[in-house]
């Protein structure tokens, strides 16, 4: 569900919730926050959102078995550390994939890092046993030597540069940013650094923006994927910019269906029907969820004048909800909002009553409840009273 708020709940109130759940692992964290039961300031990826706001890890996180990370009875370090070098782990990124997993053993800390930072710990190509350095600690080639050695890979363009660095083959002396290591030290371009000449693009002469795009209207592409496809594609010319939306932004660029003469229009642009009669249109369609309308709204079937995100463009037009959209019958009677209320009782105390308003809103609740232009009064009234959850649990 999409935050509706600026700011998340505070680390702490949001572990707290977090741990009362009693949630096992993160794949059941997972479907908790698939389901309805997640309160809409709790984000869904933590590890994330609290990154540098007091995150430990996800045993931290769920408060398995009540141990805090750096509690737990970990191996020591050197034990550990075999471990770690048996998995055949080449990267950080590889370690912290497979620790999120389940293979990791609970004597294995996630964060060794932070575990064994006074016991042994140095850097991650230690942990593995790869060998490798933190970038900020290599030593590089000089500017020229490193050019030279590249310039004999016969790379191509940005995108080989970056393949080759993955693959594996780059040596440790050569840096896989080099304009930021040479920045001061000779570096001029890709192009040089490469030996094929090519100029940056922000240096190239492009056609006028006219010629550039009758050229590319004549290719007949319908979408921007086609678009993206010839213009990485050796068809397209130097003086065809890859970016014409910022190269001609002040010399006649609209939009990027004006420069396929796609036929399409912008959002911005579009003459959508009115909402009422929009609606009626969708309605007839006889749709029955939100997941078949987002395919019929990806399909060709769909007018230009039928928005694709209705709930954007009616947001305040008359917009009530996807069931109200489609013309279903809602299924939110007293009762089932009373079943829904007890369902969520386990997490009931720590949302704030405008918190509750809005998953009531979002689930189309408060449209089904018939109070018309009072149902704000009226669910005020019980949000202060605290009559709304009392009612939801009377026997």
């Not at 790379?155 to 920045?183: H, M, Q, T």
Request: hydrophobic fraction near 35%; include cysteine; glycine fraction near 8%.
């Amino acid at each position: 569900m999409r935050n509706l708020f600026s700011e998340w709940r505070q680390f702490g109130e949001a572990r707290t919730f977090t741990r009362s759940l009693c949630l096992k692992d993160v794949k059941a964290w997972r479907s908790f926050c698939k389901g309805d039961r997640k309160p809409i300031d709790i984000p869904v990826n933590p590890d994330r959102t609290y990154k540098s706001l007091g995150w430990v890890s996800w045993d931290d996180w769920l408060g398995n078995d009540n141990i805090v990370g750096f509690k737990r009875n970990y191996l020591p370090f050197e034990k550990a550390r075999d471990y770690a070098r048996g998995l055949g782990l080449i990267t950080i990124t590889e370690w912290k994939n497979w620790a999120k997993g389940v293979a990791k053993p609970d004597n294995i800390p996630a964060a060794p890092w932070t575990v064994y930072a006074n016991e042994g710990y140095t850097n991650i190509g230690d942990w593995l046993g790869t060998g490798r350095t933190a970038n900020q600690k290599r030593t590089y080639l000089p500017f020229e030597e490193a050019r030279k050695f590249v310039c004999k890979l016969e790379l191509k363009s940005n995108d080989d540069w970056w393949k080759w660095v993955k693959s594996g083959k780059k040596p440790d002396n050569i840096p896989a940013d080099p304009r930021k290591v040479y920045r001061d030290q000779g570096w001029k371009n890709l192009g040089d650094w490469l030996g094929t000449g090519n100029i940056a693009p922000q240096k190239r002469t492009f056609l006028p923006f006219e010629k550039a795009r009758g050229h590319v209207r004549k290719l007949e592409l319908k979408n921007q994927a086609a678009w993206l496809k010839w213009a990485k594609s050796n068809a397209r010319p130097e003086n065809i910019p890859y970016e014409p939306h910022e190269v001609y932004k002040d010399q006649g660029w609209e939009d990027l269906d004006d420069w396929l003469n796609s036929g399409r229009t912008a959002n911005k642009n579009k003459k959508f029907l009115p909402f009422e009669k929009a609606r009626e249109y969708v309605r007839k369609l006889g749709l029955e969820s939100q997941d078949e309308w987002q395919e019929w709204a990806k399909s060709d079937a769909r007018p230009d004048s039928i928005p694709a995100g209705p709930d954007q463009i009616y947001n305040n037009l008359g917009w009530a909800g996807w069931m109200d959209w489609l013309g279903k019958p809602n299924k939110w009677n007293r009762n089932a909002i009373l079943c829904f209320l007890r369902d969520i009782k386990p997490v009931l105390s720590y949302l704030k009553p405008v918190e509750l308003y809005a998953i009531m809103r979002q689930n189309n609740m408060i449209a089904s409840m018939g109070y018309s232009n009072q149902s704000n009064a009226y669910l005020g009234y019980y949000f202060k009273a605290g009559h709304l959850a009392e009612k939801a649990f009377e026997p």
